[in-house]
């Protein structure tokens, strides 16, 4: 005859199989969603450049853009929100690659759909655009849209814009 703690013993792991099965099935059914619905990005581009200025030996940019794009999309079942987030990519000669946050929004799956379509007018940037050098002036800057897909379950994925697809601008060559 078995005790109680072991027929609970028994329930408890039954349980939490059957809990793993139907997170790992969960997180196999997105496989593929964030590839073939993508969200639409219909405009992103610089609205105003506010300053271009050195302080304490490195140069910040402050400015606004205009944004459309239809988030709709990336949702499914399994998505519980999308951090999404403004990228401005540039070359110096001292990096090769800079990619610094602009600006970001979380969008929860359980927002109306007016929430799910961006739709900004000249949005100033919550986070300026900061060299950590004096490196910016005649600086040629491409903005992209970026998200994270954040499941129920499964592995948190990083999409964005296509390379080379984003708005362009450059920087002027005298500080502002």
Request: glycine residues 6%; without cysteine; aromatic residues 8%.
């Amino acid at each position: 005859m078995h005790t109680v703690w072991v027929r609970l013993n028994a329930v408890v792991f039954f349980g939490l199989t059957v809990l793993l099965v139907s997170s790992v099935l969960a997180a196999l059914s997105k496989i593929g969603h964030a590839s073939a619905h993508r969200p639409i990005v219909h405009k992103l581009d610089i609205s105003n450049l506010k300053s271009l200025k050195n302080h304490g030996g490195v140069d910040r940019a402050l400015l606004s853009f205009d944004l459309h794009a239809d988030m709709t999309p990336a949702f499914h079942w399994n998505i519980k929100q999308l951090f999404v987030y403004v990228v401005a990519t540039y070359k110096t000669p001292t990096n090769p690659k800079n990619q610094i946050v602009l600006w970001d929004r979380i969008i929860e799956a359980t927002d109306p759909l007016n929430k799910k379509i961006l739709d900004e007018k000249n949005v100033f940037v919550k986070y300026g655009l900061v060299d950590q050098g004096a490196e910016l002036r005649g600086t040629e800057v491409e903005l992209s849209l970026m998200w994270d897909h954040m499941p129920l379950t499964g592995v948190l994925d990083m999409d964005g814009q296509e390379a080379g697809t984003g708005s362009t601008f450059s920087l002027p060559e005298e500080y502002q």
